[in-house]
T-cell receptor, first 113, second 117 residues
Framework: QKEVEQDPGPLSVPEGAIVSLNCTYS??????FMWYRQYSRKGPELLMY????GNKEDGRFTAQVDKSSKYISLFIRDSQPSDSATYLC?????????????FGSGTQLTVLP | EAGVTQSPTHLIKTRGQQATLRCSPI?????VYWYQQALGLGLQFLLW???????NRGNFPPRFSGRQFPNYSSELNVNALELEDSALYLC????????????????FGAGSRLTVL
């Protein structure tokens, strides 16, 4: 079993839809949870990160962490064609050298105009 | 501020040859990470260098190696290339204060695409 599982998609939605992207993990020591976005032929870029459980909102994006279920989500409201990309979840422990990130395999999202 | 830069952008080699990829981190960042992203697969962790030392290594054969220079730039060497080594190789950098607790935010370069024929 992989340490971080992410549905690879592909996921295709109409413009304006609410998108839900999810990851599950097995390491209960993970404390930092991140979402990266990767456009085609580009490197991943950080969207947002959260610490421990709870929600964090940034514009149209909301990250949610449920540590009891070992489940994290990224919601995109009012999705736009420019949101079409691969979304990668990543997570790490809190301190020292254990802060090396473990990535999910990524979910490919297409938002249709 | 310049981001993480990688060179070359594209590299074409034949089986059995050696490839060398280079990475310059963001100024002030002391940690450099290398990832392999093969088509349809996620980011597979290769190597982590911090302060000139190898801190961790992913599940790759020894023909994948690298080093970090005193200016914190890094190179990745792949010897005896195989067809399945064809992938996008991503370098990322961060500033990791090992004495503190905090998020380890990686900034990625655009990658070097290696094609093995």
């Amino acid at each position: 079993q992989k340490e971080v599982e992410q549905d690879p998609g592909p996921l295709s939605v109409p413009e304006g839809a609410i998108v839900s992207l999810n990851c599950t993990y097995s390491n209960s020591a993970f404390q930092y949870f991140m979402w990266y976005r990767q456009y085609s032929r580009k490197g991943p870029e950080l969207l947002m990160y959260t610490y421990s459980s709870g929600n964090k909102e940034d514009g149209r994006f909301t990250a949610q962490v449920d540590k009891s279920s070992k489940y994290i989500s990224l919601f995109i409201r009012d999705s736009q064609p420019s949101d079409s990309a691969t979304y990668l979840c990543a997570m790490s422990e809190a301190s020292g050298s254990a802060r090396q990130l473990t990535f999910g395999s990524g979910t490919q999202l297409t938002v249709l105009p | 501020e310049a981001g993480v830069t990688q060179s070359p952008t594209h590299l074409i080699k034949t089986r059995g040859q050696q490839a060398t990829l280079r990475c310059s981190p963001i100024s002030g960042h002391t940690s450099v990470y290398w990832y392999q992203q093969a088509l349809g697969l996620g980011l597979q962790f290769l190597l982590w260098y911090d302060e000139g030392e190898e801190r961790n290594r992913g599940n790759f054969p020894p023909r994948f190696s690298g080093r970090q220079f005193p200016n914190y730039s890094s190179e990745l060497n792949v010897n005896a290339l195989e067809l399945e080594d064809s992938a996008l190789y991503l370098c990322a950098s961060s500033w990791l204060d090992r004495g503190r607790v905090g998020a380890n935010v990686l900034t990625f370069g655009a990658g070097s695409r290696l094609t093995v024929l």
